[in-house]
């Protein structure tokens, strides 16, 4: 961690306090020169941690266990430490001090210790509600999880894995084929929906006991995130996307995925868009970039390879990683790609979870693409937990992580990554021209299904009684212009994993992620000296050095707001993200 770690010394009973990139990291010394107030905060938060530790260790490992075993009785000890946990924050005794020291936080001279209250109080809220509730919360959102993560899409009487659902909807070109698997996938909804009802319902109880109208309104309040700029946030991204979208969709997507399925434009359905959801660019519609192609002698292990080395270029070894997780498909397993750590106090410690094609089967873009960026949110929680100047509660990530992640998922697409899979560099350049147009295409349409899935969630919590299929329709046809099939009744919502098993607003992080990105982007390429658009990150070790050293090992200490503002000297704006991608002039490109 060099001076971050190592430069912060106690003299005498004073303090040298140090400063990187405008945090400072300690002031005042325990019982001299801090105040009651601060000295209370410290005495709560060392009671809180003593008990908050075993749980907090034990419960990740429970998690790794479940997540890549599906072993029932992990999962059941992980409900039984998340309640544990849940009841420890709703010491009424300790939250009533919290309660206090919050609202005095401007006494608290110490920026960690101040983080920590702030933290502390936030958590406590959402928890001050009866035992019976929060038993109750704790069983249906296992029981769900558990739900979705058993459920295998059932095709003409074989059980498909996520790996070939996702594989089949890009690959194939049977109509009949896409319908079958992609309603086959859906119909997990069907399954949860009763769980599902009942966990939000317990959710909004919750959160109108503590004076809120809803839980989306309490996890706006405990994510530091202000609910009515997050709509006005939604209602700029639809504003500005609306007109460009359009055009996109009509003129350009639906011709060319018509074409490539030979049927006609009125005759798209929603499995025709490559992915069940119509999150991320269809890869068919660009013949000039077939990315697929060119991992077609690619086998996992290669790719695992591929990405080591990307991260070694810059001096960051992930090969540790690699070899504490698990990375192929298994019965029982989460089919849903995940990254945490194991362990808070130990920095080598995150693992990752995923579902990889097992070889010799070649892998796909999106699979290496997902490889990328779930590493790293392993590596933003190694740099994390080796900051030594963290106390134990701000060893966390926040919601930026998506950011970062999103960050360096666009790394795969460069041209230096295309020449590292063995392609010709004039060819690799090509490709990466292209791949600006992908970038483009995928760009405004993720920004409009993340528009759906918060209309979803928004909506679904201010009256969960309503019909699941229709209010996802209803809100997939404003945002996204593909109309639900004929005749199809399914709670379709439920199939998308951040759904069910994620809590609300949680996808609001992968919308802010990639407005941010606009200005991550341009710091990342003013700090290795290149020009932003198609930069890559290979072989730049002081980008490596910084990272780890600085941008992503300061924690939870700052708010997701106050760190964009230190580090690109300006507050989140979609200027940058507008003048980007929509005034770059790259639609002219794609429509020539």
């Known amino acids: 961690m060099g001076m971050l770690v190592n430069n912060f010394h106690r003299r005498g009973g004073l303090v040298v306090i140090l400063t990187i990139s405008g945090i400072t990291w300690g002031s005042g010394t325990m019982g001299q020169t801090r105040g009651n107030t601060e000295q209370t905060a410290q005495r709560v938060i060392d009671e809180y941690v003593a008990k908050y530790k075993p749980l907090d260790r034990e419960v990740r490992e429970a998690w790794f266990r479940y997540a890549t075993t599906g072993d029932k009785k992990a999962s059941k000890r992980q409900g039984e430490i998340e309640l544990a ?46 035992p019976e509730k929060l038993a109750r919360l704790t069983d249906t959102e296992r029981k769900v999880e558990e739900g979705f993560n058993d459920y295998r899409a059932e095709v003409d009487g074989k059980r498909l894995s996520p790996v070939e659902v996702d594989h089949i909807l890009r690959d194939s070109q049977d109509s009949k ?97 490559q992915n069940p959801f119509f999150q991320e660019a269809p890869l068919a519609i660009f013949e000039q970039a077939d990315l697929d192609a060119l991992y077609a002698k690619i086998d996992a292990n290669e790719a695992i390879e591929l990405t080591v080395s990307f991260y070694k270029s810059f001096g960051i070894d992930i090969a540790p990683i690699v070899k504490r997780s698990s990375l192929f498909p298994a019965e029982g397993k989460d089919p849903h790609a995940s990254a945490w750590y194991l362990n808070r106090d130990h920095p080598h410690s995150s693992v990752l979870v995923m579902n990889l094609p097992n070889p010799p089967e070649a892998v796909k873009a999106n699979d290496v693409a997902t490889l990328v960026h779930e590493l790293s949110h392993d590596i933003h929680f190694e740099a994390t937990l080796a900051n030594q100047r963290l106390p134990y509660l701000l060893k966390s990530v926040g919601m930026l992580t998506e950011a970062v992640a999103m960050l360096f998922e666009n790394q795969a697409q ?179």
């Open 85 to 130: 946990m849940r009841t420890l924050d709703s010491d009424p005794n300790r939250f009533a001090v919290l309660k206090k020291l919050h609202a005095d936080c401007n006494s608290i001279k110490d920026a960690t210790v101040r983080r920590q209250v702030e933290l502390l109080y936030l958590s406590h809220l959402g928890n001050q509600v009866t």
């Open 177 to 273: 084929e896409l319908e079958k698997v992609w309603k086959a996938h859906a119909s997990v909804g069907k399954v949860l929906e009763k769980d599902f009802r009942e966990m939000v319902t317990t959710r909004n109880d919750i959160a109108r006991d503590l004076g809120f109208h809803n839980y989306i309104e309490l996890m706006a309040v405990t994510n530091e995130i202000d609910l009515a700029w997050l709509r006005r946030f939604y209602k700029d991204l639809t504003h500005i996307t609306d007109k460009p979208f359009r055009e996109l969709k009509e003129q350009f997507i639906d011709p060319q995925l018509a074409a490539h399925y030979g049927i006609a434009v009125a005759a798209l359905q929603p499995w025709h868009y």
């Open 414 to 592: 460069t041209r230096d990554w295309f020449v590292r899979l063995g392609v010709k560099p004039d060819k690799a350049q090509h490709i990466a021209e292209a791949v600006e147009l992908i970038d483009y295409v995928d760009q405004l349409v993720f920004a409009r299904w993340t528009a759906t899935m918060f209309c979803f969630e928004d909506r679904f919590y201010a009256d969960p009684n309503q019909d699941i299929g229709d209010l996802w329709w209803s809100c997939r046809e404003k945002f996204q212009f593909v109309k639900r099939p004929r005749d199809w009744k399914n709670p379709d919502a439920l199939a998308k994993a951040h759904i069910p098993t994620v809590s609300p607003l949680y996808y609001s992080h992968y919308a802010i992620g990639r407005i941010v990105n606009a200005q991550f982007v341009k710091l990342l390429a003013e700090k290795i000296g290149v020009h932003p658009r198609g930069a890559s990150y290979f072989g730049h070790k002081e980008l490596g050095a910084w990272l780890m050293s600085d941008f992503l090992a300061t924690g939870d200490l700052e708010r997701w707001n106050e760190f964009i503002q230190r580090t690109t000297g300006k507050p989140l704006s979609m200027d940058a993200w507008e003048k980007f991608y929509l005034d770059a002039g790259l639609e002219k490109r794609l429509f020539q």
